[in-house]
């Protein structure tokens, strides 16, 4: 039995309730049993993404979590486990024909008994396959696509030697590998690679979770997100492929098994101890709701992972998939930074309740707006009900929401066109050519005649422009002729004078009239330069410049060149203006707000009096024929007098003398600021631009520009409230529980609170006091363990009980207890010393922050530091480790064993290195980061002792740098061995000499090699000779084939052999020929050769033609001759 601990990224996974994991891009701790505040998630949706908390998707769903396997589903079934095959009691029943109950049914190994329920005796249960099924799936089948993030399975028995795990997004109808895992990937997964992957989406086989150890409680570990890729964008597609499931399946293909010796000779079946057994399995996920929603109905169920989304930002759909209705003047798009600005609401003004999105429209409005109104009501159009159908058109008098605003046109079909039809906005028929007006129902300026039948309308006027004082008469066409002009197109003259005369004394022959002082032209109708003709109402004198005869009925400007004068009111006008006094006629303009059927009398003026220049008065008599009236005016002998400042030049205009003034200013010599302005300057005037809200008049002062305020406003334009009072323009009291005279002027938020209050309305205590300013209890301040400002103040706010009337401290970052006196876990200091605080302790996130003795409490030294680091401030990682301590990348040292000197090297812990590197400690010969290479001139890394030195023969050798597995040195062409000190292959002597070409037929010999010390050639079946270069007796001569000859060969080779072998041997006995030697002797060498020789001929003659019958026969007397020849050698042999 051992127990587990699966690393992962660095990190160890004591239980499935506590992993990192990946969430909408975030790389996280998550604890099952703690679920984020619901509040805080909706808060999230206001200002951007958010996502529902993760939970175990199994807990809930026991109906929709199949096993494919189950032990004793249909009746009782034995098994054994390994671990106790010493024990007792070996051997188990399972019966899962009922589920399970810790009482009365603990057997049953159903699988919904691997939902996780963290009960403090979980692990009394467990589901279990049949005994010896290979191949197993445990499927879990979801309601609706769901979020996946992480998967935890803590197995009983031994982990799989193989399996697999699959993801569905369509309800099982296709089905995706997650991930491989194996024990040996290239054995059980050949076409899967099993190396680090390159992408997030590789497939790889892992091959970190299987293995005979532990043989329990071993986890297996598969995230959907690997930690180790950065993720810009979480709801990119192919983060979303991989995250979205509606169904998971865990395929068990290979079951770990080990000898069975124990169990045999107990005669039981071997496959009893191997099965598949799982504690419990947790699939950490969320309801999928694409970023718009922070929970999922029905309601906040902690235990429970709910389906459907409570979308926001105007999504809706089972998974917040689209956009609301009438909520698509913007496209729907996955949760991100602008997740609140999807969806938008469809304006259709009213007159529509559903809409669609264009991407057509929203393109083209360069992403403002796509929504398109369906059905518009009311006579509408247009994509966002905002025109009126063709023959209507938009009442200006109504709003663009009003059901009754669209009218007809009313065009006149005399004078318009399109059959009606006008613009939807204003009205305007389209005319025919020379018609005007609204309705087209009148002939333009110049024209007259408006009939149906005429294709542009009017006919043009036919007066003389110089004789006639208009156009035509628009109906008649009848013309207005000049005093001296007469007939119907105003063309002929009243008397025989020039056609241009307009007066009755003139040059005959050019017509040039005799013209008064300072008046010039032809007809004498023009001013000289600098003067002016006055009209009539030359002295003028306005109404907004008169003073009210009493303060008691005012009399109010009502808009530009209008005056409201009510009943009962009176203007009392100064003129000091005139030249002269004499009688005057008073002529008064005005208007009754009610209208009257009485006709308008007024006085006809019969004299115009004016003065000379010399101050004497004269009379001017009208000039006119009965028919026509015409006045005649006399030249003012003065300049026209512009305002330098207010005017835009010195001229001014002939008729009049009015200058021409810059804007918003008036006077006949631009000296005036006009009503509703003010600021005489070289600008002209501004302005007054009085808010009609806050303002009891239009008017302000001409000098200052101030308006006239209402009692609680103020401003010179009368648009902001007095302090005191807020919310323009209804200007209420600022509502501050008399703790402040002033409040923000938008909000009503009050100002500048006093005696340590604060809030809206000053009805809360300053952080750091308490009390109730609202019952009139002053705020005091906290004792947090003392008051604000002390230097040991270290709480935010405080509380007082009511009952007991004790103070409860909502304490600083850091800080903990009652009075805030105290360091919470993780932060440390001396709260006895003046001015200390709680700070962090130093330990570079190396430590578990709710750990109180991870650090100690005053000094802020580091004691139990993680992620395998050490030293004061966790700043260092432990022996055996290397990396970056401050950003916990403490990575274990991976030195290879068989090079790392010994000493560096402990049992049972990894060798020690470069903690900054990760360089091991090499031994002699070795190099590489990890000492898992031998230097050039060493090999043999599996030694006892490390790679050894090569010890090449330098003379033999071309370099001492050998193979550094298996040591061969590079040898020069004709030596060998391992060190080159032996000769090579196809050459034999003495290396330390000459090594000799062994020069044997390559064709006849078994390899190119010989007798490294004979130099014999090493002959192939069938092939003899010193060099291996001719057929060997009993095979055919035709080298190199050699074959074998006809098997009754083998009768007498054996026999030649021998004779050979005894000839050999009498010619040792016989001594060589030298002078003076016994013949006798001589005669037995001859014997001997011709033996010899027959032997040879008989040999050579065993590889000629053996096949033919004839042949074989002589052979076969020959083999008996030569038997004899034998038996008489070994005679004479033995008688020797």
């Known amino acids: 039995m051992y127990q587990n601990h699966v690393r992962v990224s660095g990190e160890t ?36 993404s958010c996502n529902p908390a993760l939970g175990d998707l199994m807990v809930g769903r026991d109906a929709q979590l199949s096993a494919t396997s189950t032990c004793g589903l249909y009746g009782p079934q034995n098994y054994c486990i390994i671990g106790y095959l010493e024990e007792e009691q070996k051997c188990f029943t399972c019966d899962s024909r009922q589920p399970f109950d810790r009482y009365s049914n603990t057997n049953s190994h159903r699988i919904e008994n691997i939902i996780a329920t963290f009960e403090p005796e979980r692990k009394l249960k467990w589901w279990q396959s049949e005994n010896g099924v290979h191949e197993v799936s445990i499927r879990l089948d979801l309601e609706t696509v769901f979020q996946f993030s992480h998967l935890v399975i803590t197995f009983k028995s031994f982990r799989p030697t193989a399996m697999l795990v699959e993801r569905s997004k369509d309800f099982g109808q296709t ?105 419990d399995m947790v699939i950490r996920g969320s309801c999928f709701c694409n970023g718009h929603a922070a929970r999922c109905t ?25 956009c609301q209705d009438f909520h698509h003047d913007s496209p729907w798009l996955p949760g991100g930074e602008n997740a609140v600005d999807v969806c938008r609401r469809c304006n259709c003004h009213g007159h529509s309740d559903s809409c669609h999105f264009d991407v057509a429209r929203f393109e083209a409005t360069g992403g403002v707006s796509g929504g398109v109104c369906d059905n518009c009501r009311n006579d509408r159009v247009g994509p966002q009900c905002e025109q009126c159908r063709p023959f209507l058109y938009q009442d200006p008098q109504r709003a663009p929401h009003d059901p009754q605003a669209c009218i007809p046109c009313e065009c006149d079909s005399m004078g318009s066109q399109g059959g009606g039809l006008c613009d939807p906005l204003n009205g305007q028929c389209v005319c025919k050519e020379n018609v005007d007006g609204q309705r087209c129902d009148q002939c333009k300026d110049g024209f007259f005649g408006l009939r149906a039948d005429d294709p542009i309308g009017c006919q043009a006027c036919r007066c003389h422009t110089v004789g006639s004082l208009s156009s035509c008469d628009k109906l008649t066409g009848s013309c207005e002729c000049d005093r001296l002009a007469v007939g119907p197109l105003c063309d002929q003259c009243l008397v025989s004078l020039d056609w241009t005369a307009c007066v009755l004394r003139c040059s005959p022959e050019a017509g040039q009239c005799h013209c008064l002082p300072n008046m010039v032209g032809r007809r004498c109708s023009d001013p000289a330069p600098g003067h002016f003709l006055p009209p009539l109402d030359y002295f003028l004198y306005e109404a907004e410049l008169g003073d009210p005869l009493t303060a008691d009925r005012p009399v109010t400007w009502t808009g530009m060149g209008l005056v409201r004068i009510l009943e009962g009111a009176g203007l009392r006008f100064t003129v000091d203006n005139l030249p002269s006094s004499m009688d005057y006629q008073l002529v008064i303009r005005y208007e009754p707000e009610v209208r009257s059927n009485e006709p308008i009398r007024g006085t006809f003026v019969s004299n115009v009096v004016t003065i000379n220049h010399d101050g004497q008065k004269t009379h001017l008599h ?162 947090c363990p003392d008051i604000l400002g002390s230097g040991r103040f270290f709480a935010t706010s405080c509380d007082q009980d009511p009952q007991s009337l004790s103070l409860t401290c909502s304490c600083r970052e850091g800080h903990t207890g009652p009075s805030c006196d105290k360091c919470s876990p993780g932060f440390y200091g001396d709260l006895t010393k003046p001015g200390a605080r709680c700070e962090e302790c130093p330990c570079n996130d190396n430590i578990d922050p709710d750990d109180r003795d991870a650090c100690d409490s005053l000094t802020g030294d580091c004691l139990r530091c993680l992620h395998n680091t050490m030293g004061p401030q966790c700043q260092d990682c432990r022996p055996g480790y290397y990396g970056n301590a401050l950003v916990q990348d403490c990575k274990e040292c991976s030195c290879d064993r068989r090079g790392t000197e010994v000493t560096q090297c402990p049992l049972q812990s990894p060798c020690f290195c470069d903690q900054a590197t990760g360089q091991c400690p ?105 060099f291996c270069d001719e057929c060997a007796p009993g095979y055919d001569s035709e080298f190199p084939a050699c074959k074998e000859c006809h098997p009754c060969t083998a009768l007498w080779t054996h026999d030649v052999a021998d004779v050979q072998r005894a000839a050999q041997r009498m010619r040792t006995f016989i001594p060589r020929p030298v002078d003076g030697v016994d013949p006798r002797v001589s005669n037995q060498q001859q014997m001997m050769r011709k033996i010899h020789s027959q032997l040879d001929d008989l040999r050579n003659l065993t590889g000629k033609s053996p096949a033919k019958v004839d042949k074989m026969e002589k052979l076969c007397m020959k083999i008996g001759e030569k038997t004899e020849l034998k038996t008489q050698l070994q005679q004479s042999e033995s008688g020797e």
């Open 622 to 783: 009208f000039l006119c024929t009965v028919r026509y009236l015409y006045l005649v005016f006399l030249c003012i002998f003065t300049a026209c007098k512009c305002n330098v400042i207010g005017s835009l030049g010195p001229s001014c205009s002939k008729l009049g003398g009015f200058c021409e003034c810059k804007p918003n200013v008036i006077g006949r010599c631009c000296d005036t600021c006009a009503p509703l302005t003010f600021g005489f300057g070289p600008g002209g005037c501004k302005p007054c631009e009085c808010d009609p809200r806050g303002s009891t008049s239009e008017l302000c002062d001409q000098v200052r520009g101030q308006c006239a305020c209402r009692l609680e406003v103020t401003g010179r334009q009368c648009d902001r409230c007095q302090p005191g009072y807020w919310g323009f323009p209804l200007c209420r009291p600022c509502e501050c529980n008399q703790m402040s005279a002033i409040c923000d002027e938008e909000t009503g938020e009050c100002l500048n609170c006093r005696d340590h209050t604060t809030g809206p309305q000053c009805d809360t205590c300053v952080q750091g006091y308490y009390g109730d300013p609202i019952s009139r209890i002053p705020c005091q301040p906290c004792l």
């Open 175 to 279: 089905w995706k590998v997650f991930r491989y895992f194996a024990e040996d990937c290239s054995l059980h997964f050949p076409s899967v690679s099993s190396q680090t992957p390159d992408s997030i989406d590789d497939v790889v086989c892992d091959s970190r979770y299987s293995g005979s150890e532990p043989s329990t409680e071993g986890e297996v570990v598969l995230k959907a997100l690997d930690p180790i890729f950065a993720i810009e964008n979480p709801y990119a597609p192919h983060i979303q492929e991989l995250i979205t499931v509606t169904n998971l399946r865990i395929n068990f293909t290979r079951l770990f098994t080990l000898g069975d010796t124990l169990l045999s000779r107990r005669r039981r079946n071997p496959q009893d101890k191997y099965y598949y057994a799982l504690y």
């Open 13 to 48: 996974l004591g239980h499935p309730d506590e992993i990192n994991i990946l969430s909408a891009g975030l790389f996280t701790t998550v604890r099952v049993q703690d679920f984020p505040d619901p509040q805080d998630l909706e808060d999230q949706c206001s200002i951007g």
């Open 922 to 1026: 090499c031994r002699t010969g070795v190099v590489g980061v990890l000492c898992d290479e031998c230097e050039d001139g060493y090999w043999n890394l599996d030694g006892a002792s490390g790679c050894q030195p090569c010890s090449c023969d330098s003379a033999n050798s071309v370099s001492n740098v050998c193979d550094k597995v298996t040591g061969q040195c590079p040898c020069r062409p004709e030596f060998g061995g391992r060190q080159c000190d032996e000769c090579g292959e196809n050459h034999f002597g003495n290396p330390d000499l000459q090594c000799v070409s062994c020069d044997c037929n390559l064709e006849g010999t078994l390899r190119p090699s010989c007798d490294p010390e004979t130099g014999e050639c090493l002959c192939r079946v069938g092939v003899t000779g010193i």
């Open 298 to 322: 029905p309601g906040w169920a902690p235990l429970h992972v709910h389906g459907r989304c409570v979308c926001q930002h105007n999504t809706a759909g089972q998974n917040c998939e689209r």
